[in-house]
């Protein structure tokens, strides 16, 4: 029951029976919310002087919510109203919020891309392969 869906879902959840796995699960994902509130305290400061890490800590938890409420692709509308939205706790100026708002896209955008091109290079592969190949899995599966 389940078939191989299950079997990558529980091998997936073993990180939570495996301590040492776990501890460097918890180190990993530790240093990836530093580096984002790092980021984000940065972007805002280009927009708001007064800025506090808290509030880089503050908008990234609102992005969090934004991206986890169903909407388009990417998140795209919902990312930059829960920034907006958490910006104007702090400040009055929502046009500049949202200025802040686009950039933090366009640096997850350009953050991702480079990561992934450089993830692909170093495999060896393009994304035209990957798309291929997913056309491939996904016809021997409907077949």
């Keep these: 029951m389940g078939g191989s869906f299950l079997e990558s879902f529980f091998a997936g959840l073993s990180v939570l029976t495996d301590g040492w796995l ?11 919310w530093a580096i984002a509130i ?5 972007i805002i400061l280009a927009f ?15 992005a969090a919510f934004g991206g986890a409420i169903p909407s388009a692709p990417g998140a795209v509308g919902t990312f930059e109203g ?8 702090f400040v009055p ?4 919020a ?13 953050n991702s891309g480079l990561i992934g091109g450089i993830g692909l290079a170093r ?5 035209s392969g990957v798309y291929q190949q997913l ?9």
């Design 98 to 110: 949202l200025a802040a708002a686009i950039a933090m896209r366009l640096y997850n955008y350009i």
């Design 93 to 96: 100026d929502e046009s500049t």
């Design 22 to 32: 776990f501890l460097r699960f918890l180190f990993w994902m530790t240093l990836n």
């Design 82 to 89: 829960a920034i907006v939205f958490a910006l104007t706790r």
């Design 38 to 42: 790092v980021a984000y305290y940065f």
């Design 135 to 143: 056309m491939n899995l996904r016809n021997k599966q409907a077949s």
């Design 48 to 62: 708001f002087p007064q800025t506090q890490v808290t509030w880089a800590m503050f908008i990234l938890g609102a």
């Design 123 to 127: 495999e060896g592969e393009t994304l």
